[in-house]
């Protein structure tokens, strides 16, 4: 016994009866007095926190991230200053519309999350599996997730109000084909790549700026499920994406990523034929080709799923020196609403928790608020300028310094001399997918959308093809063909 720990309440006080309650006799009443149930009881409904209104459902792994290739001429980042350089990371990935106990195989974009430990602070790239989004103003989220949600008279999910959200905003055609083809099911987290998804900014040791777009290529090899294998697997096993990172981690089958990054210079994007800040679209390889940067390999489980997986907090504006953001109205939103998320949900202080934790120098004046720990401040003080502590801004850190191309203030139209929403997406059908993924595609989207019912159903399917047809004639008679519509002349020529 000499080996053992004493049983102890939350205080450390050591205690026997942990499994019976104490009461006035055998069978009476149980006492108010007994700390421990209270103490045990009273914890226990506490356990949660608020879950996340999307990526509620993840899985997550501790890593490392290597620079293989040298791309100090783009950013000053003290990551990336040599190669060789590496440093410790966590992945989180998730479904984006499903609660915590969903199923991680549903329909749905992956969210692709990542914290690098650097010795400049924190970087947070959070990101999904797909290069685009539904939606390029960050002021549309709350509606657009409430379509991915419940009804809230039936508490039931809607394909209705998915297709009649997407049919009235062409912008998420793109996405929408992505989500349809067998890449919105891929065979958990180790066959799939990740993506920045927006336009981000590498600033130089010149202070010459850079845009530049982040792209982590699987290593495992593209591998996705069918429609109907992605069904089935949800019932089998709701938790396939997590059970499969886990036993390949566990037993020393460590899945790596390439990270890749694609740069724009300030004159080019000036001159390119889209909006290079628009999350709906991307950026041509053949004009913008891939460069190689580092790989991030992900080899442990954590100890705890709750500590460090769902208490994990990301946010788009953890930057750091030489990485920054753009124009991207999405990520603008993204700057505030992310930070802002994992204040409510998990606390002011969630920065000092293990996983968020900066293992480096943290040097602020930040104090107070619920759980504060004082182990980086002791008694240093909370106030700038002060005559006592050794805490001083570096001016070498400046931000960039800029001119804006207006200073007109307005409410702009976010489509306004941008609202080319179909060529991209065509070009998807026919260029990136081969004719057996376009089958996929086509019958994907079929089925999901034979599960719209209602008054405005043939209203809603109507507005929906014809952006079918626009991104393509072929995909738009499939579909409509599938769906038992028959096309006239006049949609023909509206389409063309």
Avoid at 49 to 73: C, L, N, W
Avoid at 113 to 140: C, H, M, Q, R, S
Avoid at 233 to 238: A, I, Q, S, Y
Avoid at 480 to 489: K, S
């Amino acid at each position: 016994m000499e080996n053992k720990k004493k049983l102890t309440n939350s205080v450390g006080s050591p205690y026997y009866e942990h499994q019976d309650s104490q009461t006035v006799g055998p069978r009476g009443p149980v006492l108010l007095q007994d700390f421990v149930l209270q103490e045990n009881l009273a914890h226990f409904v506490r356990e949660r926190i608020p879950e996340r209104i999307v990526h509620a459902k993840g899985s997550g792994a501790y890593g490392t991230f290597t620079v293989t290739h040298d791309i100090s001429q783009y950013t000053r980042a003290k990551l990336f200053s040599k190669v060789g350089n590496s440093c410790k990371m966590f992945a989180r990935f998730s479904t984006v519309g499903g609660e915590m106990g969903s199923a991680d195989t549903e329909r749905d974009p992956r969210g692709f999350a990542l914290k690098f430990y650097t010795e400049d602070g924190n970087w947070d790239l959070v990101g999904n599996n797909t290069p685009v989004f539904f939606i390029k103003d960050a002021k549309k989220f709350p509606d657009f997730i409430h379509t991915q949600k419940r009804v809230p008279k039936t508490n039931l999910k809607s394909k209705t109000m998915m297709w009649d959200f997407w049919s009235l905003n062409p912008e998420s055609l793109h996405q929408v084909l992505i989500l349809m083809s067998d890449r919105g099911t891929p065979h958990g987290y180790r066959h799939m790549h990740g993506f920045g998804s927006h336009t981000f900014s590498m600033i130089n040791d010149k202070n010459e700026r850079t845009w530049v777009k982040f792209h982590f290529k699987t290593q495992q090899g593209i591998k996705n499920f069918s429609d109907d294998e992605a069904t089935k697997m949800k019932g089998e096993n709701p938790d396939f994406s997590q059970e499969d990172l886990v036993n390949a981690i566990e037993k020393g089958d460590f899945p790596k990523w390439t990270l890749y990054i694609q740069t724009m210079t300030e004159q080019q994007a000036k001159e390119w034929r889209w909006n290079p800040f628009d999350v709906t679209k991307v950026w041509f390889q053949d004009e913008f080709p891939l460069q190689e940067v580092g790989v991030m390999e992900l080899n442990e489980v954590p100890r705890n799923y709750f500590v460090h997986v769902e208490q994990s907090a990301f946010a788009p504006s953890h930057l750091v020196d030489g990485i920054s953001f753009s124009p991207d109205k999405m990520l603008q939103g993204r700057l505030f609403s992310y930070a802002d998320a994992h204040r409510y949900r998990v606390g002011v202080n969630s920065h000092q928790l293990e996983v968020n934790k900066c293992p480096f120098a943290v040097n602020n004046f930040q104090r107070g608020g619920f759980m504060a720990d004082d182990s980086d401040y002791g008694d240093k003080p909370n106030y700038y300028p002060n005559s006592f502590s050794d805490v001083e801004p570096t001016e070498s850190y400046k931000n960039l310094e800029y001119d804006l191309d207006h200073s007109h203030v307005a409410n702009y139209d976010r489509n306004q001399n941008d609202d080319d929403h179909y060529t991209q997406p065509g070009l998807f059908y026919t260029k990136a997918l081969n004719q057996e993924d376009r089958t996929a595609l086509v019958n994907n989207i079929v089925g999901h959308m034979s599960g719209i019912d209602g008054p405005k159903r043939d209203e809603i399917i109507n507005r929906q093809l014809c952006h079918f047809f626009r991104a393509n004639i072929e995909l738009g008679m499939r579909v409509a063909q599938g769906l038992g519509v028959n096309i006239d002349a006049n949609a023909m020529n509206h389409a063309k």
